[in-house]
Nanobody
Framework: QVQLAESGGGLVQPGRSLRLSCAVPDGTLSSYTVGWFRQAPGKDREFVAAIHWRGISTEYADSVKGRFTISRDTAKGTVDLQMNSLEPEDTAVYYC?????????????WGQGTQVTVSS
């Protein structure tokens, strides 16, 4: 288990873009798949995207496919989520976590997340 930290949230208008960043401890990206999740008010936390620990594969929820892109920078120790064409339905607290590839479940302690609000 590792502790990750999210940043980059904010208020953005529909159709605009936002980039979230997840800071990971040294060595994490060479051993763990990392994913992004989100939780909207009154709803369960849901999977958004993940990038395999080898960096060769990515996976997305259908609701964000084609709009969101997950990437990683091993030198910086970050996993980013580029969110384009944002919609009000994307409003949520966004979290990153380590993931068992194929399960879409986080297994490390959850951080505080970063709030994303899409509104005009």
């Amino acid at each position: 288990q590792v502790q990750l930290a999210e940043s980059g949230g904010g208020l953005v208008q529909p159709g605009r873009s936002l980039r979230l960043s997840c800071a990971v401890p040294d060595g994490t990206l060479s051993s763990y798949t990392v994913g992004w999740f989100r939780q909207a008010p009154g709803k369960d936390r849901e999977f958004v995207a993940a990038i395999h620990w080898r960096g060769i594969s990515t996976e997305y929820a259908d609701s964000v496919k084609g709009r969101f892109t997950i990437s990683r920078d091993t030198a910086k120790g970050t996993v980013d989520l580029q969110m384009n064409s944002l919609e009000p339905e994307d409003t949520a607290v966004y979290y990153c976590n380590t993931v068992l590839w194929g399960t879409r479940d986080g297994f490390s302690p959850w951080g505080q997340g970063t709030q994303v609000t899409v509104s005009s």
